[in-house]
T-cell receptor
Framework: DTGVSQDPRHKITKRGQNVTFRCDPISEHNRLYWYRQTLGQGPEFLTYFQNEAQLEKSRLLSDRFSAERPKGSFSTLEIQRTEQGDSAMYLC??????????????FGPGTRLTVT | AQSVAQPEDQVNVAEGNPLTVKCTYS??????LFWYVQYPNRGLQFLLK??????LVKGSYGFEAEFNKSQTSFHLKKPSALVSDSALYFCAAAFSNTGKLIFGQGTTLQVKP
């Protein structure tokens, strides 16, 4: 257990429905990242927050995706009008950060999304 | 484009033998390099990192990795493999102040008794 939790662990939804995932990072970590992992591939960066500010979004993050970290603590990732291509494992990670230093990221167990 | 490559989909080794899992990177500037391990139904676990300094870095569970700038490589090594080391291993690099990671495609390590 890395200390990063994600909820739910599994989500099955029908195409066109909206889904929301939650991530609770390690409490003292100011950075929070979302990644997507499909079978047989490494995780791909989606977006990241430093405190409550969303500082970077990948081109993978279409307009149907939105992420928030309202108080600089937990984060949510929402997918609207889900498509079958959204089926993947969604990973959250947190780390310390800033000041030019590099810190390792600690990953949660992931939320596996299946769109039928 | 910045990228990380793991040229082997699978590495097989006998228990007690040394193991190497290969990683190369393509980047402009200095990368910050990481190794993670993923067990079935578990999240990614951090093993070790290279930021600066000594090219040989030591990490968790007896793993180590050697940074080679001229060969743009960061191979993961362990002197004596255990069956419990069998898992999926990812090499990753961070290229910017954001700390966002670019991952290789992963290498499955199978350690046989």
């Amino acid at each position: 257990d890395t200390g990063v939790s994600q909820d739910p662990r599994h989500k099955i939804t029908k195409r066109g429905q909206n889904v929301t995932f939650r991530c609770d990072p390690i409490s003292e970590h100011n950075r929070l990242y979302w990644y997507r992992q499909t079978l047989g591939q490494g995780p791909e960066f989606l977006t990241y927050f430093q405190n409550e500010a969303q500082l970077e979004k990948s081109r993978l993050l279409s307009d149907r995706f939105s992420a928030e970290r309202p108080k600089g603590s937990f984060s949510t990732l929402e997918i609207q009008r889900t498509e079958q291509g959204d089926s993947a494992m969604y990973l959250c990670a947190s780390s310390l950060g800033g000041g030019g230093a590099f810190y390792e990221q600690y990953f949660g167990p992931g939320t596996r999304l299946t769109v039928t | 484009a910045q990228s990380v490559a793991q040229p082997e989909d699978q590495v097989n080794v006998a228990e007690g033998n040394p193991l190497t899992v290969k990683c190369t990177y393509s980047v402009s500037g200095n990368p910050y390099l990481f190794w993670y391990v993923q067990y079935p139904n578990r999240g990614l676990q951090f093993l070790l990192k290279y930021i600066t300094g000594d090219n040989l870095v030591k990490g968790s569970y007896g793993f180590e990795a050697e940074f080679n700038k001229s060969q743009t490589s960061f191979h993961l090594k362990k002197p004596s493999a255990l069956v419990s080391d069998s898992a999926l291993y990812f090499c990753a690099a961070a290229f910017s102040n954001t700390g966002k990671l670019i991952f290789g495609q992963g290498t499955t390590l199978q350690v046989k008794p």
